[in-house]
C-alpha cells in the first residue's frame, strides 16, 4: 500500500488549496478513504472521510471542506476553502475504516504541509 499526500503550501486567511493523495497497491475504487490532520503540538484530528459516494465530515470543517475521489486516477482530494490560521497542520490520507478518530496507525504517510498565515 502506497498512500503520497501532495498539495499543500502556504496560504493567507480565507484562501484555498486542495490536497490530494495518490493511491496504490490495493483496489482503490472499493475502499473507502479519508483524510486527517495534525497541528502543531496536538494530537490527530480526523477531518473528512469517503466511501464510494457518501461523504462525512469533521464539524469544524463542515461547510468549508469537500472531500472527493477520482477512481480513474486512483486519488482521493480535499478541496478546502475559506481556510482559517487554526487549519495550519500537516494533513495526512488513509484507508479508512470508517472511524471518526484518527490514530498513527492508520495515518502514517509523509503528510502534506498547509500553513495559514498572514
Known amino acids: 500500500v502506497q498512500l503520497v499526500e501532495s498539495g499543500g503550501g502556504l496560504v493567507q486567511p480565507g484562501g484555498s488549496l486542495r490536497l490530494s493523495c495518490a493511491a496504490s497497491?490495493?483496489?482503490?475504487?472499493?475502499?473507502?478513504m479519508s483524510w486527517a490532520r495534525q497541528a502543531p503540538g496536538k494530537g490527530l484530528e480526523w477531518v473528512s472521510g469517503?466511501?464510494?459516494?457518501?461523504?462525512r465530515y469533521a464539524d469544524s470543517v463542515k461547510g468549508r471542506f469537500t472531500i472527493s475521489r477520482d477512481n480513474a486516477k486512483n486519488t482521493v482530494y480535499l478541496q478546502m476553502n475559506s481556510l482559517k490560521p487554526e487549519d495550519t497542520a500537516v494533513y495526512y490520507c488513509?484507508?479508512?475504516?470508517?472511524?471518526?478518530?484518527?490514530?498513527?496507525?492508520?495515518?502514517w504517510g509523509q503528510g502534506t504541509q498547509v500553513t495559514v498565515s498572514s
Open positions: 497497491g490495493f483496489l482503490f475504487s472499493s475502499s473507502a
Open positions: 469517503i466511501y464510494i459516494y457518501a461523504t
Open positions: 488513509a484507508i479508512w475504516g470508517g472511524s471518526t478518530t484518527a490514530t498513527p496507525r492508520d495515518y
